[in-house]
């Protein structure tokens, strides 16, 4: 037996007393896990000479991590052998737990960019937090999103070791805590370079107070157990209140604070306290906003070992970069000045130093008295993060083509006139070894037998695949992929939701987090214009079409709540109407999560895309879909734009306004009209009041109707052209159907020609570009 299988087997004896056949699933998980951890150990313990990166980030959403590592270690065929001599199923893995420690694409970016450094030897650590609670569990009653906690541990952590000795303190207002490190190996395809996720866990110093415990105030003898620990209980707690934001805050300047710490001891074991050399050895990436009080407290730090605060900030800008990942000025993170100073003010003193040489700045630069306003850290009794994030860095990079021009032209560009050498683009990816190699084997063995396998570490080698493009016996066999992928989708879906699809219908699909810009409700008014079609003969020939929605609301978010409600609604109705439901299908699938985005990817032949022109940084889904063989239906949005460029504007299905259509029509545009002129607009839209669905007393649809017609008090009517882009886009959905109804074998092309010019939207591609141009670090 070769090492690997012995070290399942000895694990599986020591740990449980138990042979292989009589091991439960969670104890072949650990036994597994722990077999792979000693067989990186040695390499993952081997020091690092040379610079460093580090990626810090509120989220690490690196979903369930033991078929990835199996993978990358090349271990995966070793294990089915194994698990096949023994009578079980590779994938009985599939019922633990995801760790979901993010929320959607920036936290699924962090963990590609962490597998594709390891991938490419590029030395590149994360720094999060080691959240008790996943993001939540999400079911549905009565078609109503409800959440529960999801406790990602409760069958073990295998892949995380404790580092107690490398605890440090975090310091608040009225609070001392201990940052407890717990390291991930992030193993790269080969095997060759092991980096590390280190995940800071909150804890108290001083757990149970025995004196109290023994006066029977057993409330107090733990409270400041609880205190500590629920910093790093919940990712993102609800923060509708202060104490929420407070809670919000104290998140992030733990994390941050603590990885600092621990960076800087790890240099002066090195360099003693001349920090001269510190931008030398570190390179730190700043994921959005969450982690931008790192520059004030990285300064801060420096001033308490003596280093003069002008030269501070100067090690700071040459260490840190800032990705932004937004351009609604609503969601650019700012701190009411009173409650920051409430939680850290020992670091309110340097964001006002910091604010001070700001201004020092654009004094020298002319740009004086009120014209400084829309530059100023501390402005309005704010602390604006991304402002700080810009003046205190050494590189702003927006993550798309259009995305990165959109900040430089009107979001940040009194800032782009200011520092211009600083902007720059980072397009996204994703990691073809997880989104293709490992969820898709059908599909990447049949590519790797007619290409080769060089393109599972250099994408651009699927442009290889273009060749086939006339091919009716390879285009025929690609079909039938997809077609299997359906099957195993479908089967999931009635072992998890208990429905059953039809693998003939086309699959249309839109996974994504659920917000008002991503425009699911636009997806669903449209799937209602296509019921009311069918049934009054509008619509004819339509292809038998199911329709999936996978997401989460946040638990505090009324109105994505009631999308969610509103589609349920509909899929209610139209599933269960015998005049439609051969035809039309609708489901939106419970607890969305890396590993349904697994089994939902692979299976679409329609990607949903359809956020307003000018509103998605990038996307990542988008790169997702289209790799594993499926045609965009979408907006010129994001990183859409080029997926068209790449992949052909004929081979997608592209409508709706661009981003400098909407700006001419921003201040005019009247969704009333709109809706008063197309009887198909008012019809889907009125479904929302006239009684058709319910929602339980909520007033959930009035209010999504309201926010159509009236806007409210933070926002226009109709803020994202929902009605707009509405007939545009059901033209353009009908225009797919038909496609696939009339010539399928030219669908099919258009699918492959959009997986042979994914080769862009690897992760690897994205951090080769962060590492030499922005980290100067690697080879």
């Given at each position: 037996m070769n090492t690997f299988k012995y070290d399942i087997c000895e694990a599986l004896e020591l740990d449980y007393g138990k042979?292989?056949?009589?091991?439960?699933?969670?104890e072949l998980y650990d036994a597994?896990?722990?077999?792979?951890?000693?067989?990186?150990?040695?390499?993952?313990?081997?020091?690092?000479?040379?610079?460093?990166a580090c990626y810090f980030s509120a989220e690490f959403l690196i979903g369930r991590l033991i078929y990835n590592n199996l993978l990358n270690l090349g271990l995966l065929d070793q294990l089915a052998e194994l698990f096949n001599e023994n009578g079980i199923e590779l994938s009985i893995f599939e019922d633990i737990e995801d760790p979901a420690l993010g929320n959607g694409g920036l936290g699924r970016l962090a963990a590609c960019f962490l597998d594709s450094a390891a991938t490419h030897n590029i030395p590149l650590n994360g720094y999060g937090i080691r959240y008790k609670y996943g993001l939540f569990k999400q079911y549905f009653e009565n078609g109503f999103q409800r959440e529960t906690a999801d406790d990602w541990q409760r069958f073990g952590d295998p892949w995380s070791i404790r580092r107690e000795s490398e605890k440090v303190l975090v310091e608040f207002k009225n609070q001392q805590v201990y940052a407890v490190p717990y390291d991930?190996?992030?193993?790269?395809?080969?095997?060759?370079?092991?980096?590390?996720?280190?995940?800071?866990?909150?804890?108290?110093?001083?757990?149970?107070?025995?004196?109290?415990?023994?006066?029977?105030k057993y409330d107090r003898a733990v409270r400041e157990r609880d205190e500590a620990e629920a910093i790093s209980s919940v990712l993102y707690p609800n923060d509708d209140t202060d104490k929420g934001k407070r809670l919000r805050l104290k998140q992030q300047y733990f994390f941050s604070s603590a990885s600092l710490q621990d960076i800087l001891r790890q240099y002066k074991q090195k360099h003693g306290n001349d920090f001269a050399a510190f931008p030398e050895e570190y390179a730190i990436q700043l994921n959005d906003t969450h982690p931008v009080v790192s520059i004030a407290e990285l300064v801060r730090l420096l001033a308490e070992e003596g280093v003069p605060f002008g030269r501070a900030l100067k090690i700071a800008r040459q260490t840190f970069a800032y990705t932004n990942h937004t351009i609604m000025a609503e969601a650019l993170e700012k701190w009411d000045v009173r409650l920051f100073k409430s939680v850290i003010p020992q670091v309110y003193r340097y964001v006002v130093m910091?604010?001070?040489?700001?201004?020092?700045?654009?004094?020298?630069?002319?740009?004086?008295?009120?014209?400084?306003?829309?530059?100023?850290?501390i402005d309005g009794g704010m602390i604006h993060m991304a402002r700080m994030a810009i003046f205190a860095t050494h590189s702003t990079n927006g993550v798309a083509k259009i995305h990165t021009e959109i900040l430089k032209n009107t979001a940040l560009n009194e800032w782009y006139r200011l520092y211009p050498e600083r902007f720059n683009n980072k397009t996204n990816g994703i990691t073809q070894r997880r989104w293709l190699a490992l969820c898709n084997q059908e599909?990447?063995?049949?590519?790797?037998?007619?290409?080769?396998?060089?393109?599972?570490t250099d994408l651009t080698k699927l442009k290889g695949l273009e060749a086939f493009q006339?091919?009716?016996?390879?285009?025929?066999?690609?079909?039938?992929?997809?077609?299997?992928?359906?099957?195993?989708?479908?089967?999931?879906?009635?072992?998890?939701?208990?429905?059953?699809l039809d693998p003939n219908f086309l699959f249309d699909i839109q996974a994504k987090r659920l917000h008002e810009y991503k425009r699911q409700l636009l997806n669903a008014f449209s799937i209602l214009d296509i019921y009311f079609g069918l049934k009054d003969g509008r619509i004819k020939d339509f292809y038998p079409t199911v329709f999936l929605f996978g997401a989460k609301a946040a638990p505090g978010y009324f109105r994505a709540k009631g999308v969610i409600k509103y589609i349920?609604?509909?899929?209610?109705l139209v599933n269960q109407d015998e005049e439609t439901k051969d035809r039309l299908q609708v489901l939106f699938v419970a607890n969305y999560n890396v590993s349904y985005a697994e089994k939902l990817v692979p299976a679409a032949d329609v990607s949903e895309q359809i956020s307003t022109a000018g509103t998605e940084a990038s996307g990542t889904g988008n790169m997702k879909f289209m790799l594993n063989g499926a045609v965009t239906l979408g907006t010129y949005d994001g990183a859409n734009v080029e997926i068209v460029e790449q992949a052909g504007k004929e081979n997608n299905y592209i409508f709706g306004a661009r981003v400098e259509e909407l700006g001419q029509i921003e201040a005019v545009y009247d969704p009333k009209m709109v809706y008063e002129a197309y009887p198909r607009i008012r019809r889907v839209v009125d479904t929302l009041v006239d009684g058709t669905f319910s929602d339980g007393g909520t007033g959930m649809f009035q209010e999504l109707y309201d926010s159509l017609l009236k806007g409210a008090s933070w926002h226009k009517p109709d803020n994202y052209y929902l009605l707009l882009d509405f007939l545009p886009y059901c033209d353009a959905k009908l225009q797919a159907n038909a496609d696939y109804r009339d010539d399928r074998m030219g669908f099919t092309r258009k699918c492959l020609i959009n997986t042979a010019n994914a080769g862009k939207f690897s992760s690897d591609r994205t951090i080769l570009e962060y590492a030499k141009e922005i980290w100067q670090v690697g080879e």
């Open positions: 042979t292989i056949q009589e091991a439960s699933t969670v597994v896990s722990k077999a792979m951890m000693k067989a990186v150990a040695a390499d993952w313990r081997k020091p690092y000479e040379g610079k460093q991930m190996p992030v193993i790269g395809y080969g095997g060759k370079r092991i980096n590390t996720l280190r995940l800071w866990q909150a804890e108290p110093v001083n757990g149970f107070d025995f004196q109290l415990f023994n006066e029977q910091i604010d001070k040489a700001l201004q020092k700045e654009l004094d020298g630069k002319g740009i004086q008295g009120e014209a400084q306003a829309p530059y100023r850290i599909l990447s063995g049949f590519i790797t037998g007619k290409i080769g396998s060089g393109w599972i006339e091919d009716a016996e390879f285009l025929r066999q690609f079909a039938e992929i997809k077609q299997m992928k359906k099957q195993e989708l479908a089967a999931y879906v009635e072992k998890h939701d208990g429905v059953r349920n609604e509909i899929a209610k």
